[in-house]
T-cell receptor, first 115, second 111 residues
Framework: SAVISQKPSRDICQRGTSLTIQCQVD?????MFWYRQQPGQSLTLIAT?????????ESGFVIDKFPISRPNLTFSTLTVSNMSPEDSSIYLC????????????FGPGTRLTVL | QKEVEQDPGPLSVPEGAIVSLNCTYS??????FMWYRQYSRKGPELLMY????GNKEDGRFTAQVDKSSKYISLFIRDSQPSDSATYLC???????????FGTGTRLLVSP
C-alpha cells in the first residue's frame, strides 16, 4: 500500500479565510480522492482528482468552494475557500490501488476548525 | 434512506470476545466491499477487501458478504483492547472507484 502524508495535520482558521491542504504520496498513482468526514457522519467524497485533467466534483461540492490541483502523479492540493464554521471537519485524501482494483488507501487527515 | 446503514454503537465487549459488526445496503449494483479501521485522530486503514458474495479470512478477522440480503459482516475473534477503534464499511460498483461509506461503528474492548 502507498504511504500518504497530509499537511497541515490540523488548523484553526477564521471565518472568511481559505486553507490549502496538501497530500503527498510516496509512489505514482493515477487516481486521488478528497473526502470530508464530519462528526457522526459518513466519509463523503468531495472530488476525484486525476493528473492532467480537471477534478470531478460530487453533488453538493463545487470548484469555487473546493478548488483542487493535481500537478503530478504524487501530489494534490485541496483548498477550502471562504470558510465558515460549517466547514469544520476532517479532510482526507486517498489514492486508488490501481491495476483495476478498487481498494483505496487513506492519508492521516487534516482536522480543520473554523471560528 | 441512506445507501449504506451501519449502527454507530458504541459496542462494548470484554477482551477475548467475538465481535460482529454489520452493514446493510440498498444498491444491488455494489460488488466490492471493504472494511476500514480508524483509530482516533488517524486516517482509515484498510482491513478487508472482498468481491461479490462469500467469506474472506485474514488472521482474527473474517469478512462475510450476503448479496441476496444486501448485508455484510466483519467478525473479530479473540478481540483485544488494541482493536478498540471505529470500523467503517465501504462499498462500490463494478469498475467504479467511488466508495460509499457507512457512518462507522465504534468498538470498545475492555481488558
Amino acid at each position: 500500500s502507498a504511504v500518504i502524508s497530509q499537511k497541515p495535520s490540523r488548523d484553526i482558521c477564521q471565518r472568511g479565510t481559505s486553507l490549502t491542504i496538501q497530500c503527498q504520496v510516496d509512489s505514482q498513482v493515477t487516481m486521488m480522492f478528497w473526502y470530508r468526514q464530519q462528526p457522526g457522519q459518513s466519509l463523503t467524497l468531495i472530488a476525484t482528482a486525476n493528473q492532467g485533467s480537471e477534478a470531478t466534483y460530487e453533488s453538493g461540492f463545487v470548484i469555487d468552494k473546493f478548488p483542487i490541483s493535481r500537478p503530478n502523479l504524487t501530489f494534490s492540493t485541496l483548498t477550502v475557500s471562504n470558510m465558515s464554521p460549517e466547514d469544520s471537519s476532517i479532510y482526507l485524501c486517498s489514492v486508488g490501488a490501481g491495476g483495476g482494483l478498487n481498494e483505496q488507501f487513506f492519508g492521516p487527515g487534516t482536522r480543520l476548525t473554523v471560528l | 434512506q441512506k445507501e449504506v446503514e451501519q449502527d454507530p454503537g458504541p459496542l462494548s465487549v470484554p477482551e477475548g470476545a467475538i465481535v460482529s459488526l454489520n452493514c446493510t445496503y440498498s444498491n444491488s449494483a455494489f460488488q466490492y466491499f471493504m472494511w476500514y479501521r480508524q483509530y482516533s485522530r488517524k486516517g482509515p486503514e484498510l482491513l478487508m477487501y472482498t468481491y461479490s458474495s462469500g467469506n474472506k479470512e485474514d488472521g482474527r478477522f473474517t469478512a462475510q458478504v450476503d448479496k441476496s440480503s444486501k448485508y455484510i459482516s466483519l467478525f473479530i475473534r479473540d478481540s483485544q483492547p488494541s482493536d478498540s477503534a471505529t470500523y467503517l464499511c465501504a462499498m462500490t460498483n463494478t469498475g467504479f472507484q467511488k466508495l460509499v461509506f457507512g457512518t462507522g461503528t465504534r468498538l470498545l474492548v475492555s481488558p
